[in-house]
């Protein structure tokens, strides 16, 4: 399947802001089931100083702000060709060893309920059909809602509000999958929407390594395994390893920021 991405990420700032440097993990790669035809990404109101890998071999653009900048705009479009691969992405690739993805982090720590999610979890059957069954009871307990939006929720925090977004689901899963001695990791990057084409976020989902068949994937949210309609972008070990944009400013303006977003087949 082929798919158009538009992709624009806009901040305001209500002062000058006289010095800024962003990560931007928006440059998806190559890889087996998943071929990028094209890919650009602009910058306005600044320019990209570097591009290199991370120690996840995301591939990351450093973008610094023009002096006194009071807006910025940075824009991702491009086609990519997806195979439905069942989720399965494949082995361990990158710079770092496997066993890392059972490191617990500071949003994936795993606490009471997290634990007991994941003994209360089935365990019949294979790795696979375990962790497929850990995905159900997980968005069993946490159903998707948007009423709450926070980039910090520990995997604890979202448990204990019951309910939660894509993002939270991955990293209770996460966490979940690692209580249980699985390697796990998040994943960023862009679903197409049956029943619609403007979105307002990016999406979120897990994988899990599984002996004999590596890394596969698991959309918690929706209940399946990414399939033709998902584009991987970055892996971390948890949301702030792979944020499609994260970074740092000096001075106090407040920041505001918008997102426009276009997925659609070509």
């Known amino acids: 399947m082929r798919l158009k991405i538009h992709h624009k990420t806009?901040?305001?700032?209500?002062?000058?802001?006289?010095y800024g440097l962003q990560q931007v993990r928006l440059r998806p790669k190559s890889r087996p089931g998943q071929l990028i035809e094209d890919?650009?990404?602009?910058?306005?109101g600044g320019q990209v100083e570097v591009s290199f890998e991370d120690e996840h071999a995301n591939a990351v653009d450093l973008v610094s702000?023009?002096?006194?900048?009071?807006?910025?705009?940075?824009?991702?479009?491009?086609?990519?060709d997806v195979?439905?691969?069942s989720g399965v992405v494949g082995p361990q690739g990158g710079f770092v060893p496997l066993w890392l993805f059972r490191r617990s982090t500071a949003l994936t720590g795993a606490g009471a309920r997290v634990r007991a999610l994941a003994e209360a979890a089935p365990k019949d059957g294979s790795d696979l059909d375990r962790l497929h069954a850990l995905s159900a009871h997980v968005l069993e307990l946490v159903p998707y809602s948007t009423d709450q939006a926070a980039s910090d929720l520990t995997a604890e925090d979202v448990m204990e509000a019951g309910h939660g977004v894509c993002?939270?689901?991955?990293?209770?899963?996460?966490?979940?999958?690692?209580?249980?001695?699985?390697?796990?990791r998040y994943v960023?990057?862009?679903?197409?929407?049956?029943d619609r084409v403007d979105q307002d976020a990016s999406h979120a989902w897990a994988e899990a390594h599984v002996e004999g068949l590596g890394?596969?994937?698991?959309d918690i949210s929706n209940g399946i395994s990414p399939d033709a309609r998902y584009v991987r972008v970055a892996t971390g070990l948890d949301y702030r390893g792979a944020a499609p944009i994260s970074g740092l400013r000096y001075g106090n303006a407040g920041e505001a920021m918008s997102v426009t977003l276009q997925v659609q087949q070509q």
């Open 215 to 218: 890394w596969v994937g698991f």
């Open 10 to 18: 806009h901040y305001t700032y209500d002062a000058p802001v006289p």
């Open 188 to 194: 960023s990057g862009y679903l197409m929407m049956d």
């Open 65 to 80: 702000f023009a002096p006194g900048q009071s807006d910025i705009e940075i824009t991702c479009s491009g086609t990519v």
């Open 83 to 85: 195979e439905d691969t």
């Open 39 to 44: 890919w650009t990404i602009e910058v306005t």
């Open 167 to 184: 993002q939270d689901h991955a990293h209770v899963f996460i966490t979940a999958a690692r209580a249980l001695g699985y390697p796990a």
